[in-house]
Every structure is written in C-alpha cells, then in structure tokens.
C-alpha cells in the first residue's frame, strides 16, 4: 500500500492544462517541502521533473510546476503535448531519514 | 554528467541473498554533497525507497522499516560504486530495483539519477 494518494488517472487535450494531486499527511507532505515529482515512461527509470515542493530541474520545460497546500502537493502540467503522456509519481520526505512515493497516475493525451 | 550501471543477477532463490552493485561514473560514492539509494518498483507495492549510504565526515546508512535486518548497504570507494545485499528474500521481493543519487548536503529524496534498473525475480 503506497503512503501517498494520487489519482489513478488523468487526462487533457493537447495545448490543455492538467493537474495532479498527491495527499499525504502531517507526517510527509504536510510536514516537510521535500516533495518531489517523477516522470516514468514504460520500461525506463524514472525521472525528476520537480523537487522540493516547486523547484525545477535544468532541462525540464517550464510547464511544469509544482506546489502544496497542506497535505497535498500538486503537479500541474500546461500545454499538454504527446509526449507528456506517461506516469507521473509524487515522493516526500516522511521523517526518521524515511521516504515514501505515491502510486502514481497516468496521464492520457487524449 | 553523471552515470549510474547496475549489474547482479535478475533470478534469486527464495531464502536467499539478493545482491546488487551501482558503479558511479561522474561523481564519487564518497561525496560530501550526495546520498546514494536503491529503491524498487513492482506491480504489488509500486515505487519503494529501501535505503541509502552517504558521507559526511564518515559513512551513515539509514533504511526503510519494512526491510529493516534483511538489508545491508555498503560504499566501495576503490571502485566508486555501492551495493545493495538483501537476505532471506521471498516471492513478495520480486521487482525492478534501481539505484539513484540524491544530490546536495542536505538529502532532499530529489532522486536525479538513476540507474537502468534491474528485475529480480525471486523464485525456485
């Protein structure tokens, strides 16, 4: 059972804009801007489209973006392209040098 | 830019030890500024940190609860990589294993690189 919830799917049109959520609790996401979001493409590793809560990596566009409010921490993607299509994983610090990751969700260009 | 190769055998037997090694290329396992995990992934328990080893003035392990006494995390300076060792390993342990780097001082689990991954199957 994954520690945070994210839903299980999501989709968009291409040029459109869609938001992914990822509740934890006070203990995780609440507690700690450690929360980080992963892109996954089948058969590959992950990789890391934002860290601590809203900070984007050099190479990643800058339509993607993260924040939290509360428990949840968010990933919006805007202007949607095809290859945007893939699993996107949100992970956070959880105290006592712990880590925990979402399920994850899979984004439909539709 | 850095570059993480996994190697170790994809089938163990159950009760067994599962043993995996990450060679880093552009960056060294002793770093001040950088912890070094293996997480895994399976269909059952999704994404899973399992642990880490980092330096800073010596070396520090920390590891997941749920594989606490079965996992062992080991820096090899003179090769530049480390290794993951997890015993007793049953069916339920069956998955990609992947190690990456988690960069700065302050560990963030902002896991920038990764390796290629590495399915073990634990089966008889």
Known sequence: QSALTQPPSASGSPGQSVTISCTGTSSDVGGYNYVSWYQQYPGKAPKLMISEVSKRPSGVPDRFSGSKSGNTASLAVSGLQAEDEADYYCSSYAGNSNFVFGAGTKVTVL | QVQLQQSGPGLVKPSQTLS?????????????????NWIR?????????????????????DYAVSVIGRITINPDTSRNQFSLHLNSVIPEDTAVYYCARDPGISVTGAFDYWGQGTLVTVSS
Not at chain 2, 41 to 61: A, D, F, H, I
């Open chain 2, 20 to 36: 995996l090694t990450c060679a880093i290329s552009g960056d060294s396992v002793s770093s001040n500024g950088a912890a070094w």
């Open chain 2, 41 to 61: 992934q399976s269909p059952s328990r999704g994404l899973e940190w399992l642990g880490r080893t980092y330096y800073r003035s010596k070396w520090y392990n």
